[in-house]
């Protein structure tokens, strides 16, 4: 089964600062596509940014981008001009192609945003 | 209100009793996907239903788990005789087959507790 991984349990950044949440993930597909969510507190899991893993261009979305390193199988979400609206759990999540449908998250990282 | 929705909330109940949560994914979309989340942790797949064909289950949905999709609309997922461990938020998702694999569209989860 797919694993992703995300070392870090707990970020903080200063407000309008820039901070990096990591994912890498185990995989032997060559095609998939890889997505971070956030989840704010008490609130519904949305969606943040999705890249897909035939796309060698990092996804850009506003403040949120990647760095997706394909070779490393690392999925960096960098948040520019930190927000305290940014304050939430983020989940990296995984989906393949040829391995059945599911999606698989890590564990989150719960980032503080510091005013 | 489009979004996906969950019934209900909250749910308080004793060990040994059987539980029933209902979803309402977005109406276009013809994935329907259940997860369970325990504190710390990210989404554990548990269940989809293409439709209202139930195509893939978890290791981790027991016997004593079942869920249906009974017109390829809104789901439900029974707990029966439930224990300590099933405490846990549950959550649904939708998403739209349309495309490729879209972003997942998640619900506010119903929280569950077993006394």
């Known amino acids: 089964a797919q694993t992703v991984t995300q070392s870090q349990p707990e970020m903080s950044v200063q407000e309008a600062e820039t901070v990096t949440l990591s994912c890498t993930y185990d995989?032997?597909?060559?095609?998939?596509?890889l997505f971070w969510y956030k989840q704010p507190p008490s609130r519904q899991m949305i969606l943040v940014i999705r890249q897909e893993a035939y796309k060698q261009q990092n996804a850009t979305e506003n403040r949120f981008s990647v760095n997706f390193q394909k070779a490393a199988k690392s999925f960096s979400l960098k948040i520019s001009d930190s927000q305290l609206g940014d304050a939430a759990m983020y989940f990296c999540a995984y989906k393949g192609t040829n391995t059945g449908n599911q999606f698989y998250f890590g564990t989150g990282t719960s980032l503080t945003v510091i005013p | 209100d489009t979004g996906v929705s969950q019934d209900p909330r909250h749910k308080i109940t004793k060990r040994g009793q059987n539980v029933t949560f209902r979803c309402d994914p977005i109406?276009?979309?013809?994935?329907l996907y259940w997860y369970r989340q325990t504190l710390g942790q990210g989404p554990e797949f548990l269940t989809y239903?293409?439709?209202?064909?139930?195509?893939?289950k978890s290791r981790l949905l027991s016997d004593r788990f079942s869920a249906e999709r009974p017109k390829g609309s809104f789901s439900t997922l029974e707990i029966q005789r439930t224990e300590q461990g099933d405490s846990a938020m549950y959550l649904c998702?939708?998403?739209?087959?349309?495309?490729?694999?879209?972003?997942?569209?998640f619900g506010p989860g119903t929280r569950l507790t077993v006394l």
């Open positions: 239903f293409q439709n209202e064909a139930q195509l893939e």
């Open positions: 998702a939708s998403t739209n087959l349309a495309g490729g694999p879209r972003e997942q569209f």
């Open positions: 109406s276009e979309h013809n994935r």
């Open positions: 995989t032997s597909e060559s095609d998939y596509y």
